[in-house]
T-cell receptor, first 113, second 108 residues
């Protein structure tokens, strides 16, 4: 079974721009979660989608948004990029039941200049 | 929300040594996982262990849910074990809270 894939792997953007990151979960998994990792704040939960609905949301500003498609692929969008948005963005998939085991993708490393 | 602590923050070992990493959490959990983050940032699943004991080769883990801690044991460490080890928990909220990690360096 193929693992979680994320595209692109690396991205450089300018402050004020917007960016869209993509995540394809493991086949059959219906839940996709997004996390941000920075040296100062560690790994923080952004949001989780299940069957195209946002089921849970972390404590991030509205500039961070996401969506999930009917094939369970998910995208996250960050608008009006700030320097502090530079981070490793990790996507995780799980079957969706409770409790669950999460499997992580390789991440997208975003640099904002 | 739930708080997660990991100790020690840093650990330096000689190849072949054994180590124990600890994860404390502040509330009851229905999910706990241990991960190893490699130098490229990939989080690799080590154990899914909300309670009990599991072993996988040189690694084993124990979670005592009633006392709110989990331990990760690494025996006969190898240089490839180097990296950051994270504990992550979920207390019925459908999202993981990660600990700050333990950075392990195994010297040849």
């Amino acid at each position: 079974k193929a693992g979680v894939t994320q595209t692109p792997r690396y991205l450089i953007k300018t402050r004020g721009q917007q960016v869209t990151l993509s995540c394809s979960p493991i086949s059959g998994h219906r839940s996709v979660s997004w996390y941000q990792q920075t040296p100062g704040q560690g790994l923080q939960f952004l949001f989780e989608y299940f069957s195209e609905t946002q089921r849970n949301k972390g404590n991030f500003p509205g500039r961070f948004s996401g969506r999930q498609f009917s094939n369970s692929r998910s995208e996250m969008n960050v608008s009006t990029l700030e320097l502090g948005d530079s981070a490793l963005y990790l996507c995780a998939s799980s079957p969706g039941g409770v409790p669950y085991e999460q499997y992580f993708g390789p991440g997208t490393r975003l640099t904002v200049t | 929300g739930i708080q997660v602590e990991q100790s020690p923050p840093d650990l330096i070992l000689q190849e072949g040594a054994n180590s124990t990493l600890r994860c404390n959490f502040s509330d009851s959990v229905n999910n706990l996982q241990w991960f190893h983050q490699n130098p490229w940032g990939q989080l690799i699943n080590l154990f899914y262990i909300p309670s009990g004991t599991k072993q996988n080769g040189r690694l084993s883990a124990t979670t005592v849910a009633t006392e709110r801690y989990s331990l990760l044991y690494i025996s006969s460490s190898q240089t490839t074990d180097s990296g950051v080890y994270f504990c992550a928990v979920d207390n019925y909220g459908q999202n993981f809270v990660f600990g700050p990690g333990t950075r392990l360096s195994v010297l040849p």
